[in-house]
Nanobody, 122 residues
Framework: VQLQASGGGLVQPGGSLRLSCAAS????????MGWFRQAPGKEREFVSR????????GYADSMMRRFTISRDNAKNTLYLQMNSLKPEDTAVYYC????????????????WGLGTLVTVSS
């Protein structure tokens, strides 16, 4: 599966953005998906995950109640709605896919898209 993230940009603190991740192929619904991010000078970190059906989701503590992950298997697309953005949310955001269960461990994801840059600044 090939992945392409989009939707990043410059937003003021407290603002919102919705990221999308378009997947190629006809088997998108068989992949668990995750969002990760990497800020300058920092390691890649877990943001959110979602199961194949979308019935199970998970979030990093700092994103809970601000971010919402979802997917539309009919459109082969993964989403991340980000609200109440903070300067510390500035990072390149990546989507990833794997067979099997969703996970917060980036090392077990098999497929990665190119990231999209989110900058939170006034």
């Amino acid at each position: 599966v090939q992945l392409q993230a989009s939707g990043g940009g410059l937003v003021q603190p407290g603002g919102s953005l919705r990221l999308s991740c378009a997947a190629s192929g006809r088997s998108f619904s068989s992949y668990a998906m995750g969002w990760f991010r990497q800020a300058p000078g920092k390691e890649r970190e877990f943001v959110s995950r979602i199961s194949q059906s979308g019935s199970s989701t998970g979030y990093a503590d700092s994103m809970m109640r601000r971010f919402t992950i979802s997917r539309d298997n009919a459109k082969n697309t993964l989403y991340l709605q980000m609200n109440s953005l903070k300067p510390e949310d500035t990072a390149v955001y990546y989507c990833a896919a794997r067979k099997g269960g969703s996970s917060s461990d980036p090392q077990i994801y098999e497929y990665w898209g190119l990231g999209t840059l989110v900058t939170v600044s006034s």
